[in-house]
């Protein structure tokens, strides 16, 4: 059942800004079973939900935590403020936030064939995807970019690590593009944040960054760079 959490001196504002689900409400076994990918801040984890069914769980671990505490807090408000505000059919849905003893997870739709990159690999040959097939990716992955770019009028949202890792796969063959931790406000919009900011990481897989980017991290970021990113991973395709 939704409610909403305790606030912890941290974590009170994103509590209160999003759907809450209580931790004992999602079952997951804590060994590799559920275990679906890890990345530098957290575990991806399947879960069930008495009411949502099969969800996936995008653990941060918080508790004992020194240094980076404030930086993986930034990471997941980042990620949640922008996913609440996208709807689309290649876009992952988020459902919520929960809080275990160690760590908050981001509640989202779970996508069951996994990422992109690993069911190229499965396939054995990696360059081996009929091109009908990659026809598909290249135009639901730009769909998806083209609504993260364009459906706000007064900004633009960035997706910053677009990469196969990050473009998942439903059964059907459907992608939802995941993984917003990146995520970047375009400021060739003219948007200057209002009551919707957040802060942008300069964090990057170098081969799927544009030119302009690694040669100055800190530039701003536009939808062009996420172009660029679409290219390459059409390299492994
Ligand atoms: N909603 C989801 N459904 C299925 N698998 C997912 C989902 N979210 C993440 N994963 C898996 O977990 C991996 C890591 O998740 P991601 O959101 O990319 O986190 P990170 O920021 O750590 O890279 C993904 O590459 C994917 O394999
Ligand atoms: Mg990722």
Same mark, same amino acid.
């Given at each position: 059942?939704?409610?909403?959490?305790?606030?912890?001196?941290?974590?009170?504002?994103?509590?209160?800004?999003?759907?809450?689900?209580?931790?004992?409400? &999602?079952?997951?076994?804590?060994?590799?079973?559920? $275990? *679906?990918?890890?990345g530098s =801040?957290?575990?991806?984890?399947?879960?069930?939900?008495?009411?949502?069914?099969?969800?996936?769980?995008?653990?941060?671990?918080?508790?004992?935590?020194?240094?980076?505490?404030?930086?993986?807090?930034?990471n997941?408000?980042r990620e949640?403020?922008v996913?609440?505000?996208?709807?689309?059919?290649?876009?992952?849905?988020?459902?919520?936030?929960?809080?275990?003893?160690?760590?908050?997870?981001?509640?989202?739709?779970?996508?069951?064939?996994?990422?992109?990159?690993?069911?190229?690999? &499965?396939?054995?040959?990696?360059?081996?995807?009929? $091109? *009908?097939?990659?026809?598909? =990716?290249?135009?639901?992955?730009?769909?998806g970019l083209?609504?993260l770019h364009?459906?706000?009028?007064?900004?633009s949202y960035v997706h910053c690590d677009l990469k196969?890792e990050n473009i998942?796969?439903?059964?059907?063959?459907?992608?939802?593009i995941a993984d917003f931790g990146s995520v970047a406000i375009a400021t060739a919009?003219?948007?200057?944040?209002?009551?919707?900011?957040i802060t942008s990481t300069t964090q990057h897989t170098p081969f799927y960054t544009a030119?302009e980017l690694l040669?100055?991290i800190l530039s701003d970021k536009k939808p062009s760079m996420d172009v660029y990113r679409w290219?390459r991973v059409?390299?492994?395709?």
């Amino acid at each position: 059942m939704a409610q909403v959490l305790s606030a912890r001196k941290y974590n009170a504002r994103m509590t209160s800004s999003f759907q809450s689900y209580e931790a004992s409400s &999602l079952k997951t076994s804590w060994d590799k079973d559920d $275990l *679906l990918g890890r990345g530098s =801040f957290g575990k991806a984890r399947r879960c069930i939900h008495d009411q949502l069914g099969k969800v996936v769980a995008k653990c941060f671990k918080v508790e004992g935590l020194s240094v980076n505490k404030d930086k993986v807090m930034m990471n997941i408000e980042r990620e949640m403020k922008v996913l609440y505000r996208l709807k689309h059919q290649h876009i992952v849905a988020i459902h919520g936030i929960t809080e275990w003893s160690d760590c908050i997870g981001i509640i989202m739709e779970y996508v069951e064939a996994g990422n992109l990159d690993d069911c190229l690999w &499965l396939q054995g040959d990696i360059k081996n995807v009929p $091109l *009908l097939l990659q026809l598909r =990716f290249a135009h639901q992955i730009s769909d998806g970019l083209r609504y993260l770019h364009h459906h706000d009028k007064k900004r633009s949202y960035v997706h910053c690590d677009l990469k196969p890792e990050n473009i998942l796969l439903t059964p059907d063959l459907m992608v939802k593009i995941a993984d917003f931790g990146s995520v970047a406000i375009a400021t060739a919009t003219g948007a200057t944040g209002g009551s919707f900011t957040i802060t942008s990481t300069t964090q990057h897989t170098p081969f799927y960054t544009a030119p302009e980017l690694l040669g100055n991290i800190l530039s701003d970021k536009k939808p062009s760079m996420d172009v660029y990113r679409w290219e390459r991973v059409f390299v492994f395709l």
